[in-house]
C-alpha cells in the first residue's frame, strides 16, 4: 500500500510540475469563489500567505479567513465534504482506511519539501545519530544516553498520538514496519508545541528526545534551548532537505479528491502553488520549495 502511495504522487507530481511550471495560472480569485481550505499546524503560514496573496488580504486578515484543524481532522474534513482542498502530510493507513470506506479516491501531491527531525535538548552532548540507533531507541532496544556517547542516564523517548502528521512521519519513514514500543499519554503531547516544550525544560535537559518536523520546529516554534540532531552525521537544512541529502526528507502535499473537477477552485489553486509564483511565495514564507 505504502508503494502503491508513493508511486501515485511521484506520478502527479511530475505531470502537475511539467504542466505549471511556467506560472501562467489562471488564478482569479475572491472570497465567494476561493476554496474552502484546511491543513496541518505547520503549513497554517503557508496557506495564510497564498491567501494574502490571491485575495490582495492584510496578514491580520489571512489569518481569520484561514483556518486549519490538524492534520487529521482536516483529513476526516476533506474525506466528509466540508473541505476542498489540505496542505497537511502524507496520510496514514487510518486517513486511507476512512477515504476507502467513504468511496473517496484521494490525490496527493507535493507542494513543497520537508523534512522530519529528531531532537534534544542542547545541554546533551550527542550531536549525532544513526537510522539504527533511532530504530532501536523506539523499540526500546537502546535505554541509556550513555550507548550513543552521552551520559549515563535514561534516554525519555517522546512520541506523538497516532494520526498526527509527525507520528505517521515517524512509522512511516523511520520505523518502517518495526513495531514502535507503546508509549504512556504523558510522554505523547498532543501538540508538536508540546513536545518542543518539554524538550526544551531544563529537567530533561540530558534524557529526553523527540520529533517534530522541520518548519514548525525552525521557524514556528524555535526554542533557544533545543538542537536538531544530525542523522548518519547530516545536518538537517535547507540545503540538505532540497537536495534530499538529508535521510528523512519528506514533503507536505495538497490532497483532493482525485474526482475534483479539472477546473475547480482547488485545482486551480494547486495549480498556482505548483507553478513557478506560487513555489517563490513557498520559499518567501520560509519553506523549502520544490525546485
Request: proline share 5%; with cysteine.
Amino acid at each position: 500500500m505504502k508503494k502503491h502511495i508513493c508511486l501515485v504522487i511521484l506520478i502527479i507530481s511530475a505531470l502537475t510540475l511539467t504542466s505549471c511550471a511556467s506560472g501562467n495560472i489562471n488564478a482569479s480569485f475572491n472570497k465567494k469563489n476561493y476554496p474552502r481550505v484546511d491543513g496541518s499546524t505547520a503549513t497554517i503560514p503557508l496557506s495564510e500567505n497564498i491567501a494574502g496573496k490571491l485575495l490582495s488580504m492584510t496578514p491580520e486578515e489571512s489569518k481569520q479567513f484561514i483556518k486549519h484543524n490538524t492534520t487529521h481532522n482536516a483529513y476526516v474534513n476533506l474525506i466528509e465534504g466540508k473541505a476542498d482542498i489540505i496542505f497537511v502530510t502524507e496520510p496514514s493507513i487510518e486517513e486511507l482506511d476512512l477515504a476507502k470506506k467513504a468511496g473517496i479516491e484521494l490525490e496527493v501531491v507535493p507542494v513543497v519539501k520537508e523534512a522530519f527531525v529528531f531532537l534534544v535538548n542542547k545541554e546533551n552532548p550527542v550531536d549525532t545519530i544513526s537510522v539504527k540507533q533511532l530504530q532501536d531507541i523506539y523499540q526500546g532496544k537502546i535505554k541509556s544516553w550513555r550507548e550513543l556517547g552521552g551520559p549515563d542516564k535514561e534516554i525519555i523517548p517522546y512520541q506523538r498520538p497516532d494520526n498526527s502528521g509527525s507520528q505517521t512521519n515517524m512509522l512511516n519513514m523511520v520505523m518502517k514496519g518495526l513495531n514502535i514500543m507503546d508509549a504512556p499519554k504523558e510522554l505523547k503531547p498532543a501538540e508538536m508545541s508540546g513536545l518542543i516544550e518539554v524538550i526544551a525544560a531544563y529537567d530533561n535537559s540530558d534524557k529526553a528526545i523527540g520529533y517534530s518536523v522541520y518548519y514548525f520546529a525552525n521557524s514556528m516554534y524555535n526554542k533557544e534551548t533545543i538542537k536538531f540532531v544530525k542523522v548518519d552525521g547530516i545536518e538537517p537544512n535547507n540545503e540538505t532537505i532540497k537536495s534530499g541529502e538529508y535521510p528523512f526528507t519528506s514533503a507536505y502535499y495538497a490532497v483532493l479528491k482525485k474526482t475534483e473537477i479539472e477546473d475547480s477552485s482547488a485545482r486551480r489553486l494547486l495549480a498556482w502553488v505548483l507553478s513557478d509564483d506560487g513555489q517563490k511565495l513557498a520559499e518567501q514564507s520560509g519553506y523549502v520549495p520544490l525546485r
